[in-house]
């Protein structure tokens, strides 16, 4: 490695810690400043929820475009412009990296999130998940409902099925979680696959061990899946479950 290489290296870990702090500032001047002022502004619940979503795309617009412009990350969007003019439909995206979700959300004023309980829990994030009305993945009886009533509205729900990401080199496991919705829900699909190269901000890694080389984040939206050749049949529920479970899986991990 070159002395440039090194200088680069290590500017890009100051970089990454700079905009993980701001990140950190960002969610809790949000969670303290911004969302209480609007309970004044915005009385109606369904009113708040959207005005806090669309303050969240644009502060991870923000963020992104600062990681971008440290040099701590490159990013491509391929079809977003097919992704923002989804209504009615379920987002479900592979999850490399830590950072997924807000590239995803920085493209969509509207999106309600399927969020795992730990983010509940995170003092920089749960103010944030709650203000924007996100539904608590904890396998509580009326999570279909909740994500149900969602789409009623023309919303857009973002999954990821792997339900936490998956390390590089091991197999990914889908749980049931979106297909289940899908199908009792009728809803259908819209296909986004990520790729990050090298490999970065991943589950076994800190955030401070950048790769040699800065990482390009490629967020690809795909085709629409259509739910009605897996609910059209005379198979049951749940093997209808199972069967649109293999086709995402296929599908977010092509071979």
């Given at each position: 490695m070159t002395i440039y290489q090194k200088m680069n290296k290590l500017w890009r870990i100051v970089a990454t810690g700079f905009c993980f702090a701001l990140f950190g500032a960002g969610g809790l001047a949000l969670t303290f400043i911004v969302f209480p002022l609007l309970n004044f502004s915005a009385k109606n619940k369904k009113s708040r929820e959207l005005k806090v979503q669309k303050i969240i795309q644009r502060s991870f617009a923000f963020f992104c475009g600062t990681m971008r412009f440290t040099g701590a990350i490159d990013y491509k969007f391929e079809g977003q412009e097919i992704l923002q003019s989804d209504k009615d439909c379920l987002v479900v995206a592979n999850h490399p990296s830590l950072i997924d979700y807000v590239l995803i959300a920085s493209r969509l004023e509207q999106c309600d999130c399927l969020v795992k309980e730990a983010i509940w829990h995170n003092p920089f994030m749960k103010g944030v998940v709650k203000s924007a009305g996100y539904i608590p993945n904890n396998g509580a009886g009326?999570?279909?409902?909740?994500?149900?009533?969602?789409?009623?509205?023309?919303?857009?729900?973002?999954?990821?099925?792997?339900?936490?990401?998956?390390?590089?080199?091991?197999?990914?496991?889908l749980q049931r979680g979106a297909a289940q919705i899908a199908i009792k829900t009728a809803t259908d699909i819209r296909i986004v696959h990520i790729t990050v190269t090298p490999s970065f901000l991943t589950k076994e890694k800190k955030w401070y061990q950048v790769p040699d080389v800065k990482p390009l984040f490629h967020v690809k939206v795909k085709d629409k899946l259509s739910i009605k050749p897996f609910i059209d049949s005379d198979i049951s529920p749940s093997i209808a479950v199972r069967n649109l479970n293999r086709y995402l899986n296929d599908a977010l991990f092509p071979l």
């Amino acid at each position: 490695m070159t002395i440039y290489q090194k200088m680069n290296k290590l500017w890009r870990i100051v970089a990454t810690g700079f905009c993980f702090a701001l990140f950190g500032a960002g969610g809790l001047a949000l969670t303290f400043i911004v969302f209480p002022l609007l309970n004044f502004s915005a009385k109606n619940k369904k009113s708040r929820e959207l005005k806090v979503q669309k303050i969240i795309q644009r502060s991870f617009a923000f963020f992104c475009g600062t990681m971008r412009f440290t040099g701590a990350i490159d990013y491509k969007f391929e079809g977003q412009e097919i992704l923002q003019s989804d209504k009615d439909c379920l987002v479900v995206a592979n999850h490399p990296s830590l950072i997924d979700y807000v590239l995803i959300a920085s493209r969509l004023e509207q999106c309600d999130c399927l969020v795992k309980e730990a983010i509940w829990h995170n003092p920089f994030m749960k103010g944030v998940v709650k203000s924007a009305g996100y539904i608590p993945n904890n396998g509580a009886g009326d999570l279909l409902n909740d994500c149900s009533a969602r789409l009623r509205d023309g919303n857009v729900l973002l999954i990821f099925p792997e339900g936490t990401r998956t390390k590089p080199g091991d197999v990914p496991t889908l749980q049931r979680g979106a297909a289940q919705i899908a199908i009792k829900t009728a809803t259908d699909i819209r296909i986004v696959h990520i790729t990050v190269t090298p490999s970065f901000l991943t589950k076994e890694k800190k955030w401070y061990q950048v790769p040699d080389v800065k990482p390009l984040f490629h967020v690809k939206v795909k085709d629409k899946l259509s739910i009605k050749p897996f609910i059209d049949s005379d198979i049951s529920p749940s093997i209808a479950v199972r069967n649109l479970n293999r086709y995402l899986n296929d599908a977010l991990f092509p071979l």
